[in-house]
């Protein structure tokens, strides 16, 4: 089993900063892909941006504003998130791709923090 735990989420004024960060632990074997999505209220879930070691992914609302890392040594993941607009707020999701130590693969999800940007 493999569980994610997010952490970073929070209340912000518009044009502010938050980094949100996601550790990804137990049975891995390798972390194929990882990435964020959120969740906002009356809306689908949406990628935000993902990022395997063959390519990085942005939504287009977000480029230019957020930027997604990884520490492989650390099963962690990223998002730095600058220039933030009332239509950020959402829950954020972490979510990976992992083959565990069983060779299985699988999609994960984290318990979700929320980001609420607010004057």
């Known amino acids: 089993q493999v569980q994610l735990v997010e952490s970073g989420g929070g209340l912000v004024q518009p044009g502010g900063s938050l980094r949100l960060s996601c550790a990804a632990s137990?049975?891995?074997?390798?972390?194929?892909?990882m990435g964020w999505y959120r969740h906002a209220p009356g809306k689908q879930r949406e990628l935000v941006a993902t990022?395997?070691?063959?390519?990085?992914n942005y939504a287009d609302s977000v480029k230019g504003r957020f930027t997604i890392s990884r520490d492989q040594t650390k099963n962690t993941v990223y998002l730095q998130m600058s220039s933030l607009k009332f239509e950020d707020t959402a829950v954020y999701y972490c979510n990976a791709l992992v083959i565990d130590v069983r060779m299985f693969e699988s999609d994960y999800w984290g318990q979700g923090t929320q980001v609420t940007v607010a004057s």
């Open positions: 990022m395997s070691s063959e390519s990085t």
């Open positions: 137990g049975s891995i074997f390798i972390i194929r892909t």
